[in-house]
């Protein structure tokens, strides 16, 4: 293997071209910010029934795949695989990017974003979201203090320390959020110890995805080479969290379904929930689990396209899982009168509808706009990619490298 | 004698006007001290008292939404015509049974848990419960997350989806924040009871009862001693400070 170069991405016009028109949808999500706070959350989809919307699956699903996206310099720090430790930079770099992403999302879809600094003051040390707060803070300071170590030579020794810190905390982090949903008692789809694992392995899995996608995009557009034995190693790496993903949902269920009282919540995500159901069976399952798996383990995982489109059918996915589980997990009215069939002028004991409205899904894609960007942004300004990548680099037991 | 005399009328002057002088200076810090000591406005609020309501569904008329009507007007809440976002503080709820066919009504409103779950989740503390049992939401802290929506098993609580207008000074609320029944914390504190329970009772149908759960004595708790009574979802074991008869 040869020494690696780091180098920042050239500027020009194609750079800022390209910030440019990530930045126009940063923009748009701030005005659908704006608008909604200026009217107030009636012209959104949400109400008393649906209280976390669109933005809430955008959010959680970006704060969950920054953690994730973190695992690729785990396995090169934590578990010294060296193939990993090339990645390990951008992979720091989209994890705290991911994470703004998704707590701008969040912020900004508060009744009260300007109150940020009471979020920030007072703290009700019982709440699972207070946690996550400083969760959150923390986790940004340690892998910029991890990437300090990584990219200044004098501080090369303390890395492995720096990624195990870094590693424990993001398994945490992603309990944390997983448990937000976990100890909810109230709801019959949430209420379950399992939330804060599966959370875990769907960061694994969303993460690597986005991972995949920013690489093989970051690389291609600044041409320079990227090797099969990294995409490769990813892409299988990928359909292993994904099948995990798949054991952690079906077993949820297979639980759930054991118990009778969990029936008509069960019946109604698989069954007879309309686009719930849909949802689950057809994109979070047909789309975004099983066909990635067939495409990146069958002849089409050799293709850079298909693994391309396998990554993006992994984060459609993801999102569905979101809201199959945000959205779904509210709508199922909750269990009163257990026995008894009941109404009133307050929506109880019936499916509560949602429609996303559009400022709702153009704040959650400026959430994802702004985590690219800052990503970009990041790679342009400092040393996070290598100039190559290309297989002779970065696999010691590569043909041409031994040759050489 | 009179040089002498002379000094006493000159030391009782002076000890006359320094006590003057002293009296003078201690009115305010008395009248401070008075201040100090008057009750403020939380001062009655003690764990001694656990604030209450029996609501008896046998008693609950089919059609009778009056203690709805009530809190409405006592406290401000005027719809936009919008059901799905406009804050509802006590419903009236329509059970049937599903094997027998049996109905019923009843209203639900914030149970004032004992261990509140919303209390619980609330990341600044926004969401708390007085001494008193009575479950608050402080509107100046409240960023408007909804956790507290997502956790409430009673779905007691409603977000204020657009500007509000002509709010009634004793019970302020705030665009972008969460509430919901305050059990008309400001009648409580002045010794009446709430706008529900009142208008329950001007229609004689007496369905509700309000009191101190801790006072062996009170109307609420004799009954609660002489009747079956029971909580919704008591299998969460939240202690309710609303309870129910009939259902």
């Known amino acids: 293997m040869k020494p690696l170069d780091y180098r920042e991405i050239d500027g020009g016009l194609p750079f800022y071209a390209l910030v440019g028109a990530i930045g126009v949808f940063v923009l748009a999500g701030l005005g659908a910010a704006f608008y909604m706070e200026h009217n107030g959350h009636w012209v959104t989809g949400m109400s008393n029934q649906i209280v976390w919307g669109t933005p809430h699956v955008f959010a959680v699903f970006l704060i969950v795949a920054a953690s994730g996206a973190l695992n690729v310099a785990s396995i090169g720090s934590v578990f010294g695989k060296a193939m990993y430790k090339p990645l390990a930079r951008l992979s720091g770099l989209l994890a705290i990017a991911l994470l703004v992403g998704g707590l701008a999302v969040l912020v900004l879809d508060l009744g009260h974003p300007d109150r940020l600094i009471v979020a920030m003051t007072y703290y009700n040390f019982k709440s699972i979201f207070a946690w996550n707060i400083l969760l959150y803070t923390g986790f940004m300071a340690i892998v910029a203090v991890y990437l300090w170590m990584m990219m200044e030579r004098r501080m090369n020794v303390y890395t492995k320390a720096a990624g195990m810190a870094a590693f424990i905390w993001r398994l945490v982090l992603t309990t944390g959020t997983g448990s937000i949903f976990g100890f909810l008692v109230a709801r019959q789809a949430y209420d379950a110890a399992i939330m804060a694992p599966m959370f875990i392995i769907m960061s694994f899995s969303f993460g690597l995805a986005i991972f995949i996608l920013v690489l093989m995009g970051l690389y291609r557009w600044s041409n320079r080479p990227l090797g099969d034995v990294v995409v490769y190693r990813l892409k299988n790496l990928l359909g292993v969290f994904v099948a995990a993903v798949l054991y952690f949902v079906i077993a949820y269920h297979i639980t759930n379904l054991y118990g009778t009282e969990n029936h008509g919540v069960e019946r109604f995500l698989l069954l007879d929930g309309g686009v719930y159901t849909r949802v689950f069976w057809i994109v979070q399952i047909g789309l975004g689990s099983l066909l990635p798996l067939v495409l990146l383990y069958s002849a089409a995982g050799r293709s850079r396209l298909w693994i391309g489109v396998a990554c993006g059918l992994v984060i459609i996915g993801g999102l569905a899982q979101m809201y199959v589980i945000i959205i779904g997990g509210q709508a199922y009215p909750m269990e009163l009168f257990p026995g008894k069939e009941y109404s009133s002028s307050f929506y109880d004991g019936v499916v509560a509808s949602y429609t996303p409205s559009l400022p709702e899904f153009v704040l959650g894609i400026g959430g994802v706009a702004l985590a690219l960007a800052a990503t970009v942004v990041g790679t342009r300004v400092l040393r996070f990619l290598p100039v190559s990548l290309a297989d002779e680099q970065v696999d010691p037991h590569h043909p041409v490298a031994d040759a050489a | ?247």
């Open chain 2, 1 to 247: 004698m009179s040089e002498e005399s002379g000094i006493d009328v000159y030391r009782r002057r002076f000890l006359s006007g320094t006590a003057t002088a002293a009296a003078l200076a201690a009115v305010p810090g008395v009248f401070l001290h008075e201040l100090g000591h008057a009750k403020p406005a939380d001062a009655v609020v003690t764990g001694a008292v656990r604030w209450g309501m029996l609501i008896d569904s046998n008693k609950c008329a089919d059609g009778c939404d009056d203690c709805v009507t009530a809190c409405n007007e006592e406290n401000g809440l005027t719809g936009h015509g919008r059901p799905a976002s406009d804050a509802q503080w006590i419903r009236k709820v329509r059970l049937r049974d599903r094997e027998t066919g049996h109905t019923q009504t009843l209203p639900l409103l914030c149970q004032h848990c004992e261990h509140p779950p919303c209390v619980d989740v609330c990341p600044t503390g926004a969401s708390f419960k007085r001494a008193d049992g009575i479950v608050l939401v402080d509107k100046h802290i409240c960023i408007g997350c909804r956790y507290c929506m997502m956790a409430c098993p009673y779905k007691a609580r409603s977000f204020i989806h657009e500007d509000l207008h002509d709010q009634k000074p004793y019970a302020p609320r705030g665009k972008g924040t969460v509430e919901s029944c305050t059990f008309c914390v400001h009648r409580v504190d002045s010794d009446r009871t709430p706008a529900c329970v009142e208008a329950c009772a001007r229609e004689n149908h007496n369905a509700m009862v309000f009191g101190d759960l801790n006072d062996p004595d009170s109307d609420i708790s004799r009954e609660l001693m002489q009747y079956s009574t029971r909580q919704i979802r008591a299998d969460l074991q939240l202690n309710t400070g609303v309870r129910y008869r009939g259902i």
